[in-house]
C-alpha cells in the first residue's frame, strides 16, 4: 500500500484522500533526519536577501516559508506544485505570516517563468515523481540565472535497508 502511495505522490489531486499526503509530508519533516537534511540543502542553495527562489514541488510550502525568511521583504521565495490541493495548504499556512512568497500550481517539465528570473532553484524529492526527471532539471536550468545554484535532493529506494531479524518478511517488504 505504502508503495502506491508513493507513486500517487505525482497525481495528489486525482486520489481520493489529499490530505493524506499533507499528513505525510507534515510527518516526515517533523524526523530529525529529515530536518537535518534540509538545513544542509539550505546551507548548499545559500539563500540572501533580495534574492528570488524557486521551489519545484513546493507541497505545503514549508520551505518556501523557510527561505523567504531568508530572502526577506526585499525577495521573493516562489513555490509550485502540480497539485492544487497542495497548494491551497501552502496558501493556507502562509496566510498572514507577511512573508514574500507566491505558490502557484504548475508543472516541473514546463515551468511558466521566463529564463533567468531565480537567483536560485530547489526539488525536494520532487524530481522522482515527474516522468521526464531530466527534462525537468533542464526547466529549473532555464528559469535559474547564470551562475545561480540549483540544490537537488532525492530519496535512493534501491539503497533501502531493513533491518530486522526475519528475513523472509524483510523480502516481502522490499518485493512488494
Same mark, same amino acid.
Given at each position: ?58 507541497? @505545503?510550502?514549508?520551505?518556501? $516559508?523557510?527561505?523567504?525568511?531568508? *530572502?526577506?521583504?526585499?525577495? &521573493? %521565495?516562489?513555490?509550485? +506544485? ?61 528559469? @535559474?540565472?547564470?551562475?545561480? $545554484?540549483?540544490?537537488?535532493?532525492? *530519496?535512493?529506494?534501491?539503497? &533501502? %535497508?531493513?533491518?530486522? +531479524? ?11
Amino acid at each position: 500500500m505504502q508503495t502506491t502511495r508513493l507513486a500517487q505522490f505525482g497525481s495528489i489531486d486525482e486520489t481520493r484522500d489529499p490530505d493524506y499526503f499533507v499528513r505525510f509530508l507534515d510527518a516526515a519533516c517533523a524526523s530529525a533526519s529529515v530536518q537535518a537534511y534540509k538545513r544542509r540543502l539550505l546551507e548548499l542553495l545559500d539563500p540572501r536577501g533580495g534574492q528570488r527562489v524557486l521551489d519545484v514541488g513546493c507541497g @505545503t510550502g514549508d520551505d518556501v $516559508r523557510e527561505m523567504a525568511k531568508l *530572502v526577506g521583504a526585499g525577495g &521573493l %521565495v516562489v513555490g509550485i +506544485d502540480n497539485s492544487q490541493a497542495m497548494i491551497g495548504v501552502a496558501w493556507q499556512r502562509a496566510t498572514g505570516t507577511n512573508l514574500a512568497v507566491e505558490f502557484h500550481v504548475g508543472e516541473a517539465l514546463a515551468l511558466p517563468f521566463e529564463a533567468g528570473r531565480f537567483d536560485s532553484c530547489l526539488a525536494d524529492r520532487s524530481l522522482m515523481h515527474v516522468p521526464d526527471a531530466a527534462r525537468a532539471l533542464a526547466e529549473m536550468t532555464r528559469v @535559474t540565472k547564470p551562475g545561480g $545554484r540549483i540544490a537537488v535532493y532525492e *530519496v535512493d529506494f534501491e539503497t &533501502l %535497508v531493513i533491518d530486522v +531479524d526475519d528475513r523472509v518478511l524483510a523480502r516481502k517488504i522490499v518485493n512488494s
